[in-house]
């Protein structure tokens, strides 16, 4: 009986373990190709998060890959985030994509860079409901050159 019981304790933990390893804090995870790796003005990326608990803190981060071609040393964009209420708000924001001896700070894989940079972190959102995220580049070249993919997360904290 002692066996039939280790040998359960034992295939209990390792379901555990397995199931548990399996969880994700992502609510969002999108990731858009954009064709020919040029991001126009139009072109927006877009992510709805469906917020139950407002009290819970969440990450919401801005993906982004370019080649190694790509012209600038940073990149401007512009953040929408409105709410249920359809209140809209707008900030812009800068990064710096390498250093200044010409390093990229993200990581390589080949000629392509990938970047995950903060757009708002420890964020408490103001009530239940839908968000719609929005994200559009902001350079003074339309269209972008040597972007490949653009995205948004949004995580627990």
């Known amino acids: 009986m002692k066996i039939n019981n280790w040998f359960f304790c034992l295939f209990a933990g390792l379901l555990f373990s397995i ?7 992502n609510l969002v995870d999108t990731n858009e190709r954009l064709p020919e790796r040029n991001w126009s003005y139009v072109k927006k ?9 407002p009290a819970i803190a969440y990450n919401i981060r801005f993906k982004l890959r370019i080649t190694a071609d790509y012209s600038y040393s940073n990149i401007y964009i512009l953040m929408h985030l409105t709410g249920p209420d359809h209140k809209k708000v707008t900030r812009r924001y800068e990064y710096r994509l390498a250093e200044k001896d010409g390093r990229w700070r993200g990581t ?3 000629n392509l860079y990938t970047y995950e940079l903060p757009l708002l972190t420890d964020y408490h959102f103001a009530q239940t409901g839908n968000y ?3 994200i559009e580049q902001n350079m003074r070249d ?3 050159k040597e972007i490949s993919d653009a995205g948004i997360s949004v995580s627990l904290k």
């Open 142 to 144: 339309n269209p972008l």
């Open 108 to 110: 390589g894989s080949g």
């Open 45 to 53: 990326i877009k992510a709805i998060a469906a917020i139950k608990d």
């Open 19 to 25: 199931v548990s390893g399996c969880h994700t804090d």
């Open 132 to 134: 719609t995220i929005e």
